[in-house]
């Protein structure tokens, strides 16, 4: 791996880790995560998914190299949709950024961080969506950092790198909070995220018809609520009268 501030790294050494993404940042105390401010300065209009984004690029881009489209992209999908073997932005970081730049800005990628997933990889994907979403805000793209949480233990690292008082985004579909079971969970990481991070505004993936977000929308917490790509098929089915399987 080449250390970025290494000023005469060994010959013939390649940066198999992406430390180019993190020059120059801070990082903080304990995880060493890095630090990814909000440089959002308004709150998006719409939200598209990086699948949508990318096929919106291939369609323009050779009829209008400079188009821009009035959009955050998200990464509310599935891991293999954005860091497959053929379509990782974090293995084609480069070609990622050719399409991103087209956009008003980004909620920083939602790498999985599931229960059952070993603490390793848990801590990593994390360091991976502040290091991606660090290296965006260098190459000049608006970012709003995604929050994601697991159980308790991930507590301690999974809110790093994430600055008070600014605008955050999360989702809820992944969480499947729609189930009764599943909403303790997600509610208590949530109150330990307004506990450190103090945000003004919460962008939330998914529905935010729940009675804990009616308690931060008291606490004077702006909650700006996107349908999902999910629940808006299933109302355009509705409204052609197609059945729902």
Not at 82 to 96: A, D, E, Q, R, T
Request: hydrophobic residues 40%.
């Amino acid at each position: 791996m080449i250390n970025v501030n290494d000023p005469q790294p060994r010959t013939g050494c390649q940066d198999m880790w992406n430390a180019f993404m993190v020059k120059d940042a801070i990082f903080t105390l304990g995880s060493d995560i890095p630090l990814c401010p909000c440089t959002a300065e308004a709150i998006p209009n719409k939200l598209i998914s990086y699948v949508e984004a990318k096929h919106i690029h291939k369609t323009i881009i050779k009829k209008d190299p400079d188009y821009h489209v009035d959009a955050y992209v998200h990464f509310y999908i599935d891991d293999q949709k954005f860091c497959g073997p053929k379509s990782s932005i974090w293995l084609y970081p480069y070609k990622v950024l050719d399409i991103l730049r087209h956009f008003s800005g980004i909620i920083t990628p939602d790498f999985s961080t599931f229960s059952d997933f070993p603490d390793a990889i848990k801590r990593y994907n994390t360091y991976r969506m502040r290091a991606f979403g660090y290296w965006m805000t260098t190459n000049g793209i608006s970012v709003i950092n995604n929050v994601r949480w697991g159980t308790a233990e991930t507590w301690e690292y999974c809110f790093d790198g994430i600055p008070c008082n600014s605008i955050v985004a999360i989702g809820t579909v992944a969480s499947k909070i729609r189930l009764l079971e599943n909403r303790p969970l997600f509610e208590t990481g949530l109150k330990e995220m307004i506990r450190l991070l103090h945000p003004h505004t919460i962008i939330v993936y998914g529905s935010a018809n729940y009675p804990f977000f009616d308690e931060l929308r008291q606490l004077g917490i702006n909650i700006i609520a996107f349908e999902s790509d999910t629940s808006l098929a299933f109302s355009s089915k509705k409204k052609r009268g197609v059945k729902h399987e």
